[in-house]
């Protein structure tokens, strides 16, 4: 089961489409490498979620790290969606966007003063907290600034996610969250602190996790601990059930939104909370795909091995999409005009000066240079992980919706890149 049913790439008449945008009109129009987004994907991924959780006492914060485009946001916004942030910059770009603060949850293991101030001053709805000490930074921030800061922490409730060990946070011993063992008294701390509002119990065990299991046994942690707050005489108001669900990028098959939140929203019968959600990549992996040219062919020499490698080298790098350097991540790559006749086995590599630099290894491809090839599934943690390394220009993003398209990022001017830069004059 796909997490999005709006499947807004296709082929029609042999050519790769965006919506009823051909994917070479996108390349011409705004040139590549870019990242171009389904409008119509991106509502549905949305809406799909909500209707699993229609009825029932919820909010779905997207994880803005995933896609912070302010156009994005703005879209979420509109549709009723809260918000995720872990810095100061997203909450800056989700008020940008036109986001509601009072929807906004704050995570993140290393929260500034200044940070802290921003966000109350804000007045977001709850800081997700991840450490004693951060507790304790908070009251003290509140306090200076005459406000209660609500609070849920964010437990570690110790199970396996399943996934890429970059990418697994619920284990002990990660950085993120506190301890289960120690939340209870940290709970009871936080209750007698006189700036802190004790308001829910949160936790996020990864991301791209492809099973429930996971994510019931993690409930079933946060419950035990909500059933102990209580014989404290500490009321918790909202369970924040973190991100996390997995797209398909190749074969996998991750539970249907309907099929995560039944599961989840089972569990919390006959409790009297709200359920808060953090989905990111579920939300915009497969809304997009990043386009980009066929440089070069690099046939390799039949005499030097006995398979031969072909280089694909193409205008997108590693600093476009680093999924597959940083995670050895597996995109789709497909041909925007598919050819008729013998197809190779080539590595799909950028232009960037690292033998990491590649975006598909082993790819079976008939294509020549100057073709276009689309990379899928680049909705999430694709642009918003994007760099400047080896001196590139971040790519354009474009949204298609319907037959329209538009630039909702523009691709960055070489001159911007070192704008900031200073040659110190000769002394
Ligand atoms: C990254 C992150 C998310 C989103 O994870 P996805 O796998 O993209 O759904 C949610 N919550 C927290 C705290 C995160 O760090």
């Known amino acids: 089961m796909k997490t999005t049913d709006v499947n807004a790439f296709t082929l029609k008449n042999g050519a790769l489409f965006a919506e009823n945008v051909p994917l070479s009109t996108i390349a011409d129009t705004y040139h590549t490498p870019c990242y171009v987004y389904s409008k119509a994907a991106l509502i549905d991924a949305f809406q799909q979620f909500q209707l699993g959780l229609l009825g029932t006492n919820h909010l779905i914060c997207f994880a803005v790290k995933a896609n912070p485009s302010l156009a994005i946001l703005n879209l979420f916004a509109s549709l009723g969606a809260g918000f995720d942030i872990v810095s100061g910059g997203e ?6 966007a036109g986001g509601n603060p009072q929807k906004i949850v704050f995570s993140g293991v290393g929260k500034s003063h200044e940070e802290m101030r921003a966000a109350l001053n804000a007045g977001i709805l ?14 003290s921030v509140a306090a200076e600034m005459g406000k209660i800061a609500p609070i849920s922490l964010r437990v570690n409730p110790n199970v396996d996610a399943k996934t890429h060990p970059y990418i ?21 701390q936080a209750a007698a602190m006189p700036n802190i509002a004790v308001h829910g119990v949160d936790c996020h065990i990864g991301s791209q996790i492809t099973e429930l299991s996971p994510f019931l046994d993690a409930l079933d942690r946060v419950l035990s601990l909500v059933d ?4 404290k005489g500490i009321s918790i108001a909202h369970i924040d059930v973190g991100g996390g669900i997995g797209i398909t990028y190749a074969d996998e098959t991750p539970p249907a939104f309907a099929e995560y939140a039944k599961a989840i929203m089972q569990k919390l019968v006959g409790r009297n909370v709200k359920v808060m959600f953090e989905p990111g990549r579920a939300l915009v992996g497969n809304a997009g ?3 980009t040219k066929v440089e070069y062919l690099k046939m390799g020499n039949l005499d030097d091995a006995d398979k031969p490698k072909h280089f694909a080298i193409v205008d997108a790098a590693m600093n476009d ?3 597959p350097a940083l995670y050895d991540a597996y995109h789709e790559i497909v041909a925007v005009e598919p050819r008729d006749g013998e197809a190779h086995t080539y590595e799909v590599v950028g232009p ?10 082993d790819r079976l491809l008939n294509i020549q240079e100057g073709d276009l090839l689309a990379v899928k599934s680049a909705g999430a943690y694709g642009m918003s992980m994007a760099s400047n390394y080896n001196t590139r220009a971040r790519a354009a993003e474009i949204m298609v919706d319907g037959d329209q398209h538009y630039v909702i990022r523009a691709r960055e001017k070489i001159e911007d890149l070192f704008a900031l830069e200073i040659v110190p004059s000769p002394r």
């Open 168 to 188: 697994s946070t619920g284990l002990k011993n990660n950085k993120f969250g506190v301890a289960f063992e120690s939340a209870a008294q940290l709970y009871e």
């Open 289 to 291: 795909v990043m386009l």
């Open 321 to 323: 999409l680093m999924r």
């Open 352 to 361: 960037v000066c690292e033998s990491g630099d590649f975006l598909g290894h």
């Open 126 to 139: 709850c800081f997700n907290v991840e450490s004693e000490n951060e507790l304790h930074r908070l009251n």
């Open 91 to 96: 909450l800056a770009r989700v008020l940008a």
């Open 228 to 231: 102990h707050l209580e014989t």
